[in-house]
């Protein structure tokens, strides 16, 4: 089992940054790739980056490139997301993910096992 915490969501002003932080704990060695999602009010949960956790290799959507920075501690088993430049569609309910070891990068909501609460990400045009 692999619990996760996240934090940092709030509210922000258009072109503002927010620190998204993922905190696991329980069996992380297991856990290979660590993901972020978000879901917006009447839209489906989407995929938005992913980071292997022994090497460090990451991967993101188009929409969050150049803006969002996804990264690890792996002696703090916390994984960061960095948002910048945010946007009013960036507004959602953000969620952290794990999941063990996968042929490719997971990208889907059912390649992953564990999910945090979800923490929310409010900006303001």
């Known amino acids: 089992q692999v619990h996760l915490v996240e934090s940092g969501g709030g509210l922000v002003h258009a072109g503002g940054s927010l620190r998204l932080f993922c905190v696991a704990s329980?069996?992380?060695?297991?856990?290979?790739?660590m993901g972020w999602f978000r879901q917006a009010p009447g839209k489906v949960r989407e995929f938005v980056a992913a980071?292997?956790?022994?090497?460090?290799?990451?991967f993101s959507v188009d929409p969050v490139k150049g803006r969002f920075t996804i990264s690890r501690d792996n002696a703090k088993n916390t994984v960061y997301l960095q948002m910048s430049s945010l946007k009013p569609e960036d507004t959602a309910v953000y969620y952290c993910?794990?999941?063990?070891?996968?042929?490719?990068?997971?990208?889907?909501?059912?390649?992953?096992?564990?999910w945090g609460q979800g923490t929310q990400v409010t900006v303001s045009s």
């Open positions: 980071i292997n956790w022994r090497g460090g290799s990451t």
């Open positions: 993910a794990a999941t063990g070891w996968r042929a490719g990068t997971p990208t889907t909501s059912n390649e992953y096992d564990y």
């Open positions: 329980g069996r992380v060695s297991s856990s290979l790739y």
